[in-house]
């Protein structure tokens, strides 16, 4: 027996919903892969910050944080609001901390599973 038009229909709207989810999600994780913006994620799990305290967090360089951020920015992973000259720099959704939180503990259990070096 076949699927009605509208299962049918409705089944391949689900299927293209899925497609545009995975690429969002590859697209995410790929800005997540850089050591840097995995960092800036990271710290940023832990409250606002300006680009100075980016900086020194990530011990990268200042024009490094800011391209970073811009690319962040972009992604919509990152919110900026001023404050008086400074911008501060925000988490846009609390998923991403959860996602950078189990993207490292994710690191540990590999660490913690590798064999000591000799």
Do not use: F
């Not at 850089?34 to 832990?46: K, P, S, V």
């Not at 920015?73 to 609390?94: E, F, Q, T």
Request: charged share 25%.
């Amino acid at each position: 027996m076949g699927l009605s038009t509208e299962t049918t229909d409705a089944y391949h709207s689900h299927r293209r919903g899925d497609g545009e989810r995975l690429d969002v999600a590859a697209s995410v994780l790929t800005l997540l892969s850089d050591r840097t913006r995995l960092a800036l994620m990271e710290r940023l799990g832990r409250g606002e910050a300006d680009v100075t305290t980016l900086t020194e967090a990530t011990g990268a360089a200042r024009t490094s944080v800011s391209q970073h951020l811009a690319k962040l920015r972009l992604a919509g992973l990152v919110v900026a609001r001023k404050d008086g000259r400074r911008v501060v720099y925000s988490l846009r959704h609390g998923h991403l901390r959860r996602l950078v939180d189990e993207a490292l503990n994710v690191a540990d259990h590999q660490i913690g599973s590798l064999p000591p070096h000799d």
